[in-house]
């Protein structure tokens, strides 16, 4: 059977990874939506730089981040009406942190939440989209190698804020590692 | 002591099915109980990190928000022209929206990571057995043939219970199966009257039954618990090509020749 307009539909489909991945760049839901909302817009004005071939999802996380990148960049140099800078709990200088989020989510959905913006993305896109690297690389425009030293940190930090260790007895010594304490691993 | 051969991102790498074969090999060969924790981090990371986030995606999407993509949408078709919209026919190959399963697994990685778990098994029982060597692949054999776990995997009907004789422990039978090579396994849990769930697959050769996988489901009080103990089964029965479970007449009568 012809579809007739499988880009709306898969666009349609992958709303709710697009809200997730949004819920997650700027920490709170109704901010999501818009971004949800202009990226699909902007995905549908530009059907045609979509190569067939790719994953479609990836192309619009791409779009999702750009746009987020793209309003925090806005914000900054729009002047102190939103004053995210007093924010400091929000690394990512987004408009306004979801309270109610941080008592439904588990604790690990919330460490990942208090990881640093850049990490916190891309275990977003290989853990939890499942995107290869390599796709992965692209969504952000950074090398492969990038990707993957970020993705390690990223795992580690995840690993120790929920005390994930696995395989090895938790030992008082192993708990009183820190993260910065890279020289333990070489 | 902690071996640096790897970098982590090359043991991440390995853990999330990236890497080239030559380098995976060469990790499987030097891989032994330090690096197998340090894979396992990284697979647990990325199986918690997606379980953390799975509710997300069953939050119904706000009305608001669909209605006003569906309107963009209905607007863009009208402004396309039909020859457009053949074109854009190519752009059906996604994957399933919903995707939960892992990328394919680097091909062995499981027996490293069975390996990385192998000393908390030890803890359940006596029923595991060490390894017969670290470079084959058979997996954990099962303490004798004629032991209370041989005995109850070849008897205990899927679905059903059943305990363990000379213990208060209980097996739970969930499945039989072939898997890729052919031969007969069996899914199961046993649980321990005062420690955890283990979560075990086990496949018979003509040197009696062999643990092939095993995780271990530890109570949830302080430490972690992982939460990847079915994905990684998930992973492990993709991995070796499992095929359906078997029905329960079929199952009864592979059970009965492997007692002949």
């Given at each position: 059977m012809i579809e007739t307009d499988p880009f709306g539909k898969q666009l349609v489909a992958f709303l709710p990874n697009l809200r997730r991945f949004a819920i997650s760049l700027c920490r709170s839901r109704d901010l999501a939506d818009d971004l949800v909302q202009a990226a699909c817009e902007r995905a549908l004005a530009n059907t045609e730089r979509f190569e067939p071939g790719t994953r479609f999802d990836a192309w619009l996380f791409r779009i999702v981040r750009n746009l987020w990148i793209d309003h925090i960049r806005r914000q900054r140099t729009a002047g102190?009406?939103?004053?995210?800078?007093?924010?400091?709990?929000l690394v990512g200088a987004c408009?306004?942190?979801?309270?109610e989020v941080r008592f439904t989510l588990n604790s690990v959905a919330q460490a990942i939440t208090d990881l640093p913006d850049d990490q916190r993305e891309i275990i977003l896109l290989v853990c939890v989209e499942d995107l290869s690297y390599r796709e992965a690389a692209g969504v952000l425009d950074i090398p492969i190698g990038t990707v993957m030293s970020r993705l390690a940190r990223a795992r580690k930090n995840l690993a120790e804020a929920v005390g994930?260790?696995?395989?090895?007895?938790?030992?008082p010594v192993m708990k009183g590692e820190n993260r910065n304490d890279k020289m333990r691993v070489c | 002591m902690i071996r640096c051969e790897f970098a982590d991102e090359t043991l991440m790498a390995f853990a999330d099915g990236e890497l080239d074969d030559a380098t995976a090999a060469a990790i499987e060969k030097a891989m032994q109980s330090d690096i197998a924790s340090r894979v396992a981090l990284f697979l647990e990371t990325r199986v918690q990190a997606k379980e953390a986030l799975g509710p997300v995606l069953d939050e119904p999407v706000p009305d608001r928000l669909s209605q006003s993509v569906q309107r963009m949408i209905d607007e863009a078709r009208r402004r396309s022209v039909p020859s457009d919209a053949s074109e854009r026919a190519?752009?059906?190959?996604f994957r399933a929206r919903d995707n939960r399963a892992m990328p394919r697994?680097?091909?062995?990685w499981i027996m490293p990571l069975a390996a990385s778990l192998v000393a908390v098994v030890f803890g359940c029982g006596g029923y595991f057995f060490g390894?017969?060597?670290?470079?084959?692949?058979?997996?954990?054999?099962?303490?004798?043939?004629?032991?209370p776990l041989s005995e109850a995997l070849g008897q205990v009907a899927s679905g059903e219970e059943a305990v363990l004789a000379g213990s208060t422990d209980r097996i739970r039978a969930v499945a039989t199966f072939r898997d890729g090579a052919g031969s007969l396994c069996r899914e199961f849990e046993i649980d321990s009257a005062n420690r955890s769930t283990v979560i075990s697959v086990a496949c018979h050769s003509n040197h009696g039954w062999a643990v092939n996988f095993a995780v271990v489901a530890p109570a949830r009080d302080g430490g972690y618990a992982p939460a990847s103990s079915s994905e990684a089964l998930d992973s492990y029965l993709a991995a070796t090509g499992a095929h359906e479970p078997l029905s329960r007449e079929d199952e009864a009568a592979a059970l009965r020749s492997l007692g002949q």
């Open positions: 102190p009406q939103e004053d995210i800078e007093q924010r400091q709990d408009g306004e942190r979801d309270v994930i260790n696995p395989g090895l007895p938790r030992s | 190519h752009v059906v190959a697994p680097q091909a062995s390894f017969a060597s670290q470079n084959q692949p058979h997996g954990l054999e099962v303490a004798g043939q004629d032991s």
